[in-house]
């Protein structure tokens, strides 16, 4: 915050007030410093009461944590909730005026991010279901092994020894698999 706030009086001293003032004083004029004229005729002031209090429920107080401006008692809170109900007498659109305060603030404006964003939120989510799929996954897979190995110990011909151990070795070459089956039997009979 401390930054921010130095990073703002800086850019402040380095900016001509002179042009800036002059540029400003004619857009606010013509469209209320949100950059475009107001989407809707102004509203009633029922409407302009319960729009307020929507829109300050959707933004996010910068002075607070994790509060809206609608919660918060802070100056900052106080002045956006009267920018926003200004912006409402205007005419703006909710859109314009969410537009206006993250063009302000930022994306943290908003006290619910975006749809787009929503990836950020759910990725951790699904990155662990599938953790805990192949868990699960290598876990089953070794009890399956343990089974058959089990399995051929219980044999007791040496036929269904060889068709078991058949079943469930996967070595690649027949001569391999061949040694493997004599080092079986060898371990058995020991």
Request: hydrophobic share 35%; proline share 4%; charged share 30%.
């Amino acid at each position: 915050m401390v930054i921010y706030i130095f990073f703002m009086t800086f850019q402040f001293a380095l900016a001509d007030p002179v042009s800036d003032m002059s540029v400003q004083k004619e857009q606010s004029s013509m469209d209320g410093g949100v950059g475009e004229p107001p989407a809707l005729e102004p509203p009633s002031k029922l409407e302009v009461e319960r729009r307020t209090y929507d829109l300050s429920k959707i933004l996010r107080c910068p002075v607070c944590q994790g509060l809206s401006v609608a919660d918060s008692r802070s100056d900052a809170a106080v002045a956006m909730k009267m920018r926003i109900q200004e912006l409402v007498e205007q005419g703006y659109s909710d859109d314009q005026i969410t537009n206006y305060f993250i063009g302000r603030y930022g994306e943290w404006a908003l006290l619910k991010p975006k749809y787009e964003h929503r990836f950020v939120w759910i990725a951790p989510i699904v990155a662990s279901l599938f953790g805990l799929g192949f868990v699960g996954w290598r876990i089953n897979r070794s009890r399956g092994n343990e089974k058959s190995e089990a399995r051929i110990k219980e044999s007791s011909t040496e036929g269904e020894r060889k068709s078991l151990m058949d079943e469930s070795c996967n070595v690649e070459s027949k001569e391999q698999r061949k040694s493997y089956r004599e080092q079986l039997l060898r371990e058995l009979e020991d």
